[in-house]
DNA sequence: CCACCTATCTAGACAGTGTCTAGATACTAG
DNA sequence: CTAGTATCTAGACACTGTCTAGATAGGTGG
């Protein structure tokens, strides 16, 4: 294999790409549940097994999708800079509508990046789990950052108060995305309650 | 049919019922998606089509296993009445960690009552949404208690509010049961976490 | 008491699914 | 040019949910 082209044209070229690319989309207009390897493969021109010799199985197809997924977001999360025009309690608000916005505009990427389909089982994928890392991390460096400017409540454990302010903004966002909080309209007034609960400066 | 017993000794008996036990049995054991209708025949012993004269599809069994679950939680619920020698804040903890220990102890049928199997698809099952409204409520109610007594946000909408309490809470059992918080002996610090930066009250 | 009706149950079939095996193909390195 | 290997295909297997047509048996009206 030369080392300027990971993947010259062979056969059918970058099927591995394809693939993923083909199945984003089929999970965002069908839903995770709807996704068949069989139509996949038809979909991309390939026979139903070809799929195989890029991933061991489609677990592995939808932890790629998810990585993929993971990796956008972390560019989108660095790029996110605090506007220090607006005060900083607008800010944590800002910064739930933006997380609970994101799965709302993509409910099937989110379920996957974020759901039972790829966690609940204990997997050992590393390269899934170094994609998600930065997430995680970035939520506590955000939190650590909010509890030394005041706007956060500096007695709390950082890491605890960051898996609750996490938690709250999942949660939200799932009972949206789930279907249980049925108007998606009420994402600015549900967020604006909710960081005005964690804000510790009065507004 | 007469009108004392429901469904008298018949055929078969109470298919409904026993057909209603084994598959939460299964669930509970397997999780939703290892359930089919046709081991759930064959563990009953009936043949795989005869479920289908008492549940329209798959989900209507679902909808009947989560029906049950709000039934059962409903009942849990109204027998929580605080406890008067702990004070109120420490009540809010409580509440929040029996929710979450809740879920964490009965993790696929919470899935099912309050996750996307159920509701994803726009329902038209009254009985079900009969079922779960008490849950909803019961929420919004305690929320205005403790709005009253000084212990949460009086400045908050209580409508608002209760959705994200409950979006906190469900937040952080779908983090925990879905395997990404992965120690469950955290519960205590989170919900303590959580219930404190609610808790309008200095602890 | 008997015939009928209808609730209930069964067997068979169909169209899907994920994934295993064996074999064909085509590029690449030696 | 040959051997090896990555890639792809076809076939098969064991599942799945659910539709159809037919069997069975309990309750009911005459």
Known sequence: MSNNVKKSNYHHGDLREQLLKAATKMIRENGIDQLSLRKLAGLVGVS???????????????????EQGFRERSKTMESQVGDANTDSSAQLKEYMV????????????????????????????????????????????????????????QQANSLRLSQVIWGTMHGIAKLLIDGIYKDSSQIEEICECAASQFSQVTN
Chains 1, 2 share one sequence.
């Open 48 to 66: 139903r097994t070809a799929p195989y010799h890029h991933f061991k199985d489609k677990n592995e197809l939808l932890c790629a999708i998810a």
């Open 98 to 153: 933006e997380y609970v916005s994101f799965a709302q505009q993509n409910p099937e990427i989110y379920e996957l990046m974020f759901g039972r389909t790829i966690w609940k089982q204990q997997i050992d994928n590393k390269s899934l789990k170094d994609s998600a890392y930065p997430s995680f991390q970035h939520q506590l460096a955000v939190t650590k950052k909010w509890q030394e400017i005041g706007l956060l409540d």
